[in-house]
């Protein structure tokens, strides 16, 4: 086999292969998951991938097809199959016209039919014009111009252990202030993460284009000391998220205290510094920082004591949310992968919330958001992926239900073919869309009596 046939059989193979991940990543946009929960790594990739599924697969099947033009059965083959690929990665782009209809459905119904004009021009002008613009995925550069002053604080230093605590602090480029503040929490399964790159920083920069301070901020994070294999994994994802591992494993009620607590008097105490309007404040995150989030909704009951009462809390954004601990508990117990390797998710929940549900039913009661929205609670904007398997979209559903059911405003975004972080590149379908809503719901809240 001379040299050129060689190339010519390594190029097929390649491009046959990446044609099966094209067919395997496109199957996942219907289904969320073939095998297991551990899909949802690649699942948080897939607006990515899909971003750029336009040119990379017909080009694939098209210099296939050439390779194979002297073979007339199988020529058309890798044409077929990257069309097929094609049309699976264009459903997220065709499910976003669904979400936008329902976005504007709610906001009506919520704020009223001509909510927009009880706006301030000066906000609206700001806004962007469309929810959705295919132009811009791929070719806006725009920095957004902000103030950003990185690892400010220390806002809390935990005695006896050392571990302390900052934030980024993003704000507008010109204006006096007070500026409507927002509060960024972090996701990462409540044992990894940090503020910065990894917590969507191209949007609180918009934000802060947008007149609104944002204080992303970090909080402790779960470890494991009696799994060193698992620690030193930790350990490993931490410093690549230029973060150190800390000295103490911090429970969900600590980190709760932390933010709820020690941030919101943080925020009290330096209000005049930061420029931070404390009848306006908002509380976001994504994921485990949305449930951190969302434990809000418990400000006025269960965290009464803890949450700093002179803030006026407006609103909460919530992306892909774990709204019920118990549910999520028994759900990712249930996954094939966890009694195929022996994962104990007993050990993980217990580390991470101080127990299981069947040892304590009450403390997972008051750390799951669903069970605190009561009518005190603030508006809330709900968005999620129907194909999220990290944290499932019955969630969300729940917990809109129970806010509307004690009579709270509630706006839920529900993004079909889309999973778990579908917002984090920021001009995707899913972030555009996203802020499009986020945009008009923190405007909308500060105007209208809802």
């Not at 969507?200 to 060193?228: K, M, N």
């Amino acid at each position: 086999m001379n040299l050129k046939k060689i190339i010519r059989l390594l190029i097929l193979i390649s491009g046959y292969l990446l044609l099966g991940f094209g067919l395997y990543s496109g199957t996942l946009l219907i289904t969320g998951g073939i095998f297991s929960v551990a899909e949802t790594l690649l699942v948080c990739a897939l607006p990515f991938i899909a971003m750029y599924s336009f040119f990379v697969y017909p080009i694939i099947g098209i210099a296939m097809n050439r390779l194979h033009r002297r073979n007339k059965k199988i020529r058309f083959v890798p044409l077929i199959i990257g069309g097929i690929i094609l049309i699976f990665n264009i459903l997220p782009f065709v499910g976003i016209s669904t979400t936008i209809a329902q976005g504007n459905t709610q906001f009506q119904a919520v704020f009223g039919p001509d909510y927009i004009n009880h706006i301030p021009e000066n906000l609206t002008a700001k806004f962007k014009t469309q929810p959705f613009d295919l132009w811009q995925m791929y070719n806006n550069y725009e920095s957004y111009e902000c103030n950003v002053t990185y690892n400010c604080g220390p806002y809390l230093t935990v005695p006896g252990v050392n571990d302390e605590f900052y934030f980024d602090y993003y704000s507008p480029k010109t204006g006096d202030g007070p500026f409507p503040t927002i509060i960024n929490i972090h996701g990462g399964a409540w044992v990894i993460g940090n503020k910065g790159l990894e917590n969507r920083p191209t949007a609180s920069r918009y934000l802060a284009h947008q007149g609104y301070c944002v204080f992303d901020i970090q909080h402790g994070l779960g470890r494991f000391p009696e799994d060193p294999l698992i620690d030193n994994t930790l350990g490993w994802v931490q410093s690549l998220l230029g973060r150190d591992l800390l000295n103490k494993s911090y429970t969900i009620t600590e980190m709760a205290i932390q933010i709820m607590g020690n941030f919101t008097d943080y925020l009290v105490a330096h209000a005049d510094l930061y420029k931070v309007d404390t009848n306006r404040i908002y509380v976001t995150g994504n994921s485990a920082g949305a449930h951190l989030a969302g434990l809000f909704l418990g400000y006025n009951s269960t965290y009464k004591s803890i949450f700093n009462d002179t803030l006026q809390l407006k609103g909460l954004i919530l992306f892909y949310c774990p709204a019920n601990l118990t549910h999520l508990y028994n759900y990712h117990a249930a996954d094939p992968l966890a009694h195929l390797f022996n994962i104990d998710i007993g050990y993980f929940f217990s580390q991470v919330a101080g127990g299981t549900p069947q040892e304590n039913a009450t403390l997972f009661e008051n750390l799951s958001p669903v069970f605190l929205a009561d009518s005190s609670a603030p508006p809330v904007l709900i968005l999620h992926g129907q194909i999220d398997n990290m944290v499932p979209f019955i969630e969300a559903k729940q917990l809109h239900e129970k806010l509307l059911s004690v009579g709270r405003p509630s706006i839920f975004l529900s993004f079909p073919h889309q999973g778990h972080a579908f917002d984090y590149f920021f001009n995707s379908p899913g972030g555009q869309v996203s802020m499009f809503f986020i945009e008009r719901f923190l405007a909308a809240t500060q105007y209208i009596e809802v």
